[in-house]
């Protein structure tokens, strides 16, 4: 659990927060040892934490396929070996996302019945959140891919948030049946004839936060720049409100008296608030946490991961596709 823009400063605190949260909870720190030992935000030879070395690190605009080849000892790869070998129950980094993505997927194995991985993250809707994949690790995605991903973003919503049945949509240009490239009017078919009444249509950008669905599948390409374009309009509206605010000493005020009311509110569209996305479709639970995250989100992604490992999530997946793989025999 190392990595990210802020390194130590915010993985060490997030990590003391997590102990304190879960008193059962046992965590391994992959990195730099010396840096480990001497950095007094960590208590040291704390009974719940282990430390181990690495030799290497993978810089956050390191080229995937240079990473996956010549960073095998580095904090990411020797945190997925642990994960490989049963060491540890999850991964969790704040690190380069191609990196991992690329060593997830060469020191891991895909659960059978899985073409390529998915990362897949909650989403905020008007009535609580939905998952949403790919969100970046397949620029493109066939039907059968797009199946598959409804169905590890389904299992996940009914393990993790007891949703017995959730509705399944797929993100598209219209909701009108012949709207989009000919791959979604496939993936449409796919799915209505495979998951019947839990298939619910297609939903467009803007209907992604009406919570009309579950699960939203799409494309890594797609879903990237809706991940990030909702990112950043969350940061604008912040930013333009503090603009906007301190233009006048009346509206400071304003703010002030409205902090109560408002802060909920905000709080439910910050994006560290859900961070951590998933990557579905191995055996292992392994989440990528924010570059840029604060102790507090990066706590958050450590949190995800608990409740994936403690609910077996990536045994879960592999049931359900065996049993769909039976059922259409």
Known sequence: ???????????????????????????????????????????????????????????????????????????????????????????????????????????????????????????????????????????????????????????????????????????????????????????????????GPAYVGFVEGDGLFEGRANVVVTDGFSGNIALKSAEGTARFMRKRLGAFVKQHPWRRLGLLLAQPLLQPLLSEFDPQRYNGAMLLGLDGVVVKSHGHSSAESFANAITYAVAAVRRKLPAAIAAELAHSAAASH
């Open 1 to 195: 659990m190392m990595g990210g823009d802020l390194g130590l400063r915010v993985t060490l605190p997030a990590v003391v927060a997590t102990l304190s949260r879960h008193s059962d909870l046992n965590l391994v720190l992959v990195g730099d040892l010396e840096a480990l030992r001497r950095d007094p935000l960590l208590p040291q030879d704390h009974p719940r934490v282990r430390l181990v070395g690495a030799e290497q690190a993978i810089g956050m605009d390191e080229k995937a396929s240079k990473a996956a080849r010549s960073r095998r000892r580095s904090s990411m790869a020797v945190a997925l070996q642990l994960l490989r070998d049963g060491a540890v129950g999850g991964v969790v980094s704040a690190g380069n996302t191609g990196a991992l993505l690329a060593l997830g997927v060469t020191t891991l194995t895909r659960l059978p019945g899985i073409d390529r991985p998915a990362f897949c993250a909650p989403w905020p809707t008007l009535n609580g959140f939905s998952y949403v994949l790919d969100l970046g690790a397949n620029v493109e995605a066939s039907a059968q891919q797009l199946l598959q991903f409804a169905q590890m973003g389904s299992v996940l919503a009914r393990v993790c948030d007891s949703i017995e049945h959730p509705r399944v949509a797929v993100l598209n240009v219209g909701t009108e049946l012949g709207k989009g490239t000919e791959r979604v009017q496939q993936a449409a078919e796919l799915l209505a004839a495979t998951l």
